[in-house]
Every structure is written in C-alpha cells, then in structure tokens.
C-alpha cells in the first residue's frame, strides 16, 4: 500500500496551492482519506478528511473556508486545495487512510504516505 503525497512548495501569504495524494496497492472504497499536517515543534494535527464513496467531508476549523479536500475516484487521487494561506499553515502535510475511528486523531490511521512540506512566507 502506496500513498504519495506532492505539491507541497513556498508560497507568500494570501497565496493558493495544491496538494495531491496518490493511493495505490488496494482499494480504499471503505476507507476515508485524510490530510494531517505537523509544524515544526508541534503535533500532528487533523486538517481535512473524505470518504472515498460519496465524498463526505470533514474540515478542523483552522482551515475551514479556506481549504477544499475532493478526490478523484478513477485516479486513486484525493487533493487538498488551499487558498488564503497564512504563515501558520507552513507544515509537513500528509495523507492518510482510515477505516474505523474517530477521524481526527492519527492513531485511527493504518496508511501514511511520506509527507510534503508547505512553506508559507512573505
């Protein structure tokens, strides 16, 4: 099992940027993928999930309005498109998979892909 995350980059405040998961080695039709980021010094936080049958989402509420998780079913691709970025959203973000549990807390997670920094800076 394969998730692999990109798009992560330095962008100015007030900026837009895309980020892409890719899963691969197993169906994730009863999974929900989600997006945790961890700042330097901080714990991983929960960002935005969604399941990968209907596309229900989830949003923490630092990034609600702000940022879109949606997926692409016949690419095995979810993407988090941020807008309005802020210094405090520079981070390690990764994707990750879950089947059970709650949706915010990262132990609930059995997949993770290896994590693509975003730096946020004027």
């Known amino acids: 099992v394969q998730l692999q995350a990109s798009g992560g980059g330095l962008v100015q405040p007030g900026d837009s940027l895309r980020l892409s998961c890719a899963a691969s080695g197993r169906t994730f039709s009863s999974y929900l993928l989600g997006w945790f980021r961890q700042a330097p010094g901080k714990e991983r936080e929960f960002v935005a999930a969604?399941?990968?049958?209907?596309?229900?989402?989830h949003y923490a509420d630092s990034v609600k309005g702000r940022f879109t998780i949606s997926r692409d079913n016949a690419k095995n691709t979810i993407y988090l498109q941020m807008s309005n970025l802020k210094p405090d959203d520079t981070a390690v973000y990764y994707c990750?998979?879950?089947?059970?549990?709650?949706?915010?807390?990262?132990?609930?997670?059995?997949?993770w892909g290896q994590g693509t920094l975003v730096t946020v800076s004027s």
């Open positions: 990750a998979a879950r089947k059970t549990g709650s949706i915010i807390y990262n132990y609930n997670y059995d997949y």
């Open positions: 969604i399941t990968w049958i209907g596309g229900s989402t």
